[in-house]
């Protein structure tokens, strides 16, 4: 029995925005001693239209409501019913933003919401929507999407959730009593003084990664690495075949194979581009496997994506390690900010913060705990605004204590590395292998073979992590840390708290050192001051780039009177942060003499943060421009981040990565430029190394592209390259408005910035969802996950994305039957890293746009297009607006660029009928 009265409340509404949409229906239901005394149900008239998506979501109609009475008129009989009872919603932030400005705030006790309640309960669970929660319970079916339905959902769902609690551990119920927000107070406390259920009410967790670097169940010998035999495995009556069902021979992926399988065993560097469908993963796993078994060294294989680091580590590696007759072993490796800090737990346990925020991520965190084996924070579905605070409890280098450290043996990083030590395979992505590359070597296990798949991102991966950045908010954040002799919680402050503790003997030269301290902390505190504004009169003395707010530390730039400044400001800065690092290294020792080895060991790594800051500072202004591109970037907040990168990463990743791994496999479905690698291999430095060690080969999509994609190439339209974004959206919106019905809406519009998607989604939100139609749009209508659910369960959706959108999408069938390329995908020459490239190369005498934009446009190209076509049975249109495509020489080396498609050359009025004409042939 609920250990209090709740009455269960669910608003339906016109939209998302309080200030704006309307209630159209209210529902409540009441429990008190063990049932439902009460319910309470009624539309309402929002005196305004319902709008055809929440008509469709709910089913409310214009008519229903038109007779319903007003807010007004029904509230006294949903405040009768919640007479002395703690309200209950699930999300009920939104219900209550709906009710509070027509309701004097105090008229409710502190809502208990039972979403809040699933997140900590079922830490691990990939939703905790109401829908989702009721299937994963086995609760009763009672619709979806109307108030008294859903409020009956969540009335069985709190039930759910208290016999839940009750179940739980004591002592957890002690620390979440001690966390808990004052709303969840009174519930906890009840499970902690009542009796524990009789029959225990299982709380499971998903554990995504729980599995964790499981060997095979299959005790045999390693065969002999035989490129044959693993052949005959793809075959189509082979070892594959018999196990996987539906299983699909494909020449292309037994060419990929052998590629992989010689360059392995040849020691070779080998590019291989393997079209969509080829079954790449399994071409290189196999090989991958038996190599490193039977030679008894390590490969290592590097995604960009989590969602492929996902689907090699939970579907491929086990149906291999279930199906190969002999035992290899797997792990999963990740970054140390990928794991739990229990240190960092303990100390927030200790100083918990008075944000609600971070208190409710804290008694998650508990509850995972109890359940994760791994510590990976992966396992865990975190909203944006948990993954803000994460950072609080994650693992980082700057504040582990190493064998300091009470924690230091079950440590969940040290754990996942002795993991990766006893591994054949090791699975990691591109910013784990570049952290090791610069790092020398000194992160990861020795693995002296590497495949990387989705190496198109290679070269921005490596210029991003083999440069340098200084982050003001970062900055900012280490000095509240470190904070000073009066600031009880921060390090500055649990010194000198642990100090005074000290026998009289020991603490007096310690007291000293730690005054001294603070007029160090404020001298270095005054000298960044001092450089930020600085920086400021810098930009101020320069024009921002207009994308992006960067400004780029130009030769010219250097010249000037402002730039002189800055150097002067970090001169004194420079000499603050060399004592402070000083001081701290004395303060370690210090501390590790008085009994005090955990924060000798946080004052050491105070020290080498603060050592770090002025190199990076000294890397990024001094930068060699010959070598070096230096930059500042302003974010949304108006704070800087300095940043450099290397002019050309090519010949440092052929030094510091390849020369030092006896074979490196690339592949992607993009690599080639007019099917050559010569872009590819200059850009990665793979054109430095001994030209018999490098190989290539291009493996062919096995989908049938004449029969399976039209390419609709629009003549006629204005030249996006002459135009603003928004007189280029206003101008192709008409088409867009027509070409969508043409299949029934299901169409990805791939845009080359966000400026120019918000200008397209205003103008499609009024003249396509006026018809009916759903315009959803990146970075408005929610996350990318839940962006792509709503458009494949949305009849009549149409997607705006921007970015990441060009890739890494799978929409297979129906879902998606058009792809809409506004504007071809040209980087921006503003940008630092393009632009100091750019005159790079005319310096040399070469051709910028030829050797550099273009080729990077047609290989995003090629990515867009490849959203359209993932499987065998998919027909799909890609529709090209950008009239370049046609009127420009160089537009045919992107039609040629893609499969042997169907082409059709069309005026922007004829679009329609011709798209429609194919799909019915």
């Not at 992590?465 to 500055?492: I, W, Y």
């Not at 704070?639 to 010949?651: D, H, N, T, V």
Request: charged share 20%.
């Amino acid at each position: 029995m609920l250990p209090q009265t709740y009455v269960v409340l669910d608003v339906e509404t016109t939209g998302l925005d309080p200030a704006r949409d309307k209630i159209i229906e209210i529902a409540a239901v009441r429990l008190e001693e063990g049932g439902i005394t009460g319910q309470f149900q009624t539309l309402v008239n929002p005196g305004r239209p319902i709008p055809p998506a929440i008509e469709r979501l709910t089913g409310i109609s214009d008519a229903m409501v038109h007779q319903a009475p007003p807010l007004t008129e029904v509230l006294p009989g949903l405040l009768e019913l919640c007479h002395k009872a703690v309200p209950a919603a699930h999300n009920g932030s939104f219900d209550l933003a709906f009710l509070n400005p027509v309701l004097s705030r105090d008229w409710h006790a502190p809502l208990l919401d039972t979403l809040t309640l699933s997140r900590i309960l079922f830490p691990c669970l990939a939703s905790h929507r109401l829908d989702y929660m009721r299937q994963h319970l086995g609760l009763e079916a009672t619709g979806h999407h109307r108030a008294l339905a859903d409020a009956l959902t969540t009335a069985r769902l709190l039930e759910a959730l208290w016999e839940a609690t009750r179940a739980l551990d004591r002592n957890l119920l002690t620390n979440f009593l001690a966390l808990a927000p004052p709303g969840l107070q009174p519930w906890f406390q009840a499970a902690l003084t009542g009796e524990a259920p009789a029959n225990h009410y299982e709380v499971a967790a998903a554990g995504l990664f729980a599995p964790a670097a499981g060997s095979s169940p299959h005790p045999g010998s390693v065969p002999d690495f035989n490129v044959d035999d693993l052949v005959t495995m793809l075959a189509p009556d082979g070892l594959l075949a018999s196990h996987i069902a539906g299983y699909e021979y494909r020449p292309q992926q037994v060419a990929m194979l052998r590629a992989v399988a010689a360059a392995l065993a040849d020691n070779h560097y080998l590019t291989v581009e393997a079209g969509t469908g080829t079954g790449k993963s399994l071409a290189y796993l196999l090989p991958a496997i038996y190599w490193a078994c039977s030679q008894q060294k390590r490969v290592a294989i590097a995604t960009h994506t989590i969602s492929l680091q996902e689907q090699l580590w939970e579907k491929d590696l086990p149906r291999l390690r279930a199906i190969l007759p002999f035992t290899f072993k797997a792990a999963l490796v990740k970054g140390r900010s990928n794991y739990l800090c229990r240190r960092k737990l303990r100390d927030f346990q200790a100083n918990p913060s008075v944000g609600e925020e971070g208190r409710l991520l804290a008694l998650r965190v508990l509850r995972w705990l109890q359940l994760t084996t791994s510590g990976d924070w992966s396992e865990m579905k975190l909203t944006p605004e948990e993954e803000g605070f994460k950072f609080a409890l994650a693992a980082d280098a700057e504040t582990c204590a190493g064998s300091s450290c009470p924690f230091n043996e079950g440590c969940f990083f040290n754990v996942a590395r002795r993991q990766a030590e006893g591994a054949n395979i090791l699975i990691l992505n591109h910013s784990l292998l570049l952290s090791d590359v610069r790092l020398n070597n000194q992160v990861l296990p020795d693995y002296p073979y590497l495949i990387i798949d989705e190496a198109h991102h290679l070269e921005e991966a490596a210029t991003e992590h083999l440069g340098s950045n200084v982050s003001q908010a970062a900055c900012e954040f280490f000095f509240r840390r470190l904070g000073k002799g009066d600031q009880p919680f921060t390090f500055m402050g649990r010194a000198r708290h642990l100090t005074r503790r000290l026998p009289p003997e020991g603490n007096q030269g310690l007291l000293q050192f730690l005054g001294d301290m603070d007029i160090t902390i404020n001298a270095t505190l005054a000298g960044w001051q001092s450089f930020w504004v600085n920086l400021g009169r810098l930009s101020e003395a320069a024009r921002w780039e207009e994308t992006g707010y960067t400004l780029r530390f130009t030769n010219h730039l250097k010249e000037t009177p402002a730039w002189d400044n800055l150097l002067v400001a970090f001169g004194n800065l420079e000499e603050n942060l060399c004592g402070l690092a000083s001081r701290l290294k004395r303060l370690s020792e210090l501390l590790d003499a008085a009994g005090a080895p955990e924060m000798a060991a946080d004052a050491a790594n105070f020290g080498d943060t603060v050592a770090q800051y002025s190199y990076d500072l000294g890397q990024i202004l001094d930068a060699d421009p010959d070598t070096t591109i230096g930059w500042v970037e302003k974010n949304s907040h108006d704070q800087y981040i300095l940043r450099s990168a290397p002019l050309e990463i090519g010949p440092l990743l052929a030094e510091l990565l390849f020369s030092r791994k006896q074979a490196v496999i690339l592949t992607s479905a993009t690599l080639a430029v007019n099917n050559s690698f010569t872009f590819y291999h200059q850009q990665t430095g793979l054109q430095e190394l001994p030209e018999e060690r490098v190989t290539s080969c291009q493996v062919a999509s096995p989908f049938d592209y004449p029969s399976q994609a039209l390419v609709c190439a629009l003549k006629g339209l204005p030249n996006p390259g002459q135009l603003r974004d928004a007189d280029y959206a206003r101008a192709i919106a008409p088409v867009l408005t027509a070409v969508c019905p043409a299949v029934d809406g299901r169409s990805l519009i791939l845009c080359t910035s966000h400026r120019f998607l918000r200008e397209i989604y205003e103008l499609l939100s009024t003249s396509l969802a006026g018809n009916g139609y759903t315009v959803l749009a990146q970075g408005i209508d929610g996350s990318r996950s839940r962006l792509l659910e709503e458009f494949s369960q949305t009849p009549r959706a149409v997607l705006l994305g921007a970015s990441s959108y060009w890739e890494g999408i799978d929409l297979p069938g129906d879902l998606l039957r058009c792809v809409i390329i506004p504007r071809l995908p040209f980087p921006s020459p503003g940008q630092p890293i393009m632009a100091a490239r750019t005159e790079h190369l005319a310096a040399r005498g070469q051709n910028a746009f030829a050797t550099l934009s273009l080729p990077q446009a047609i290989i995003r190209f090629r990515q867009g297009f490849g959203r359209l076509i993932r499987r065998a049975s998919d027909r799909g249109v890609l529709v090209v607006l950008d009239r370049r495509l046609l009127s420009q020489r160089y537009g045919r080396y992107f039609i040629q660029s893609l499969p042997p498609v169907t082409l059709a050359e069309v005026e922007p009025a004829a679009a329609p009928a011709r798209i429609t004409a194919w799909f019915a042939n």
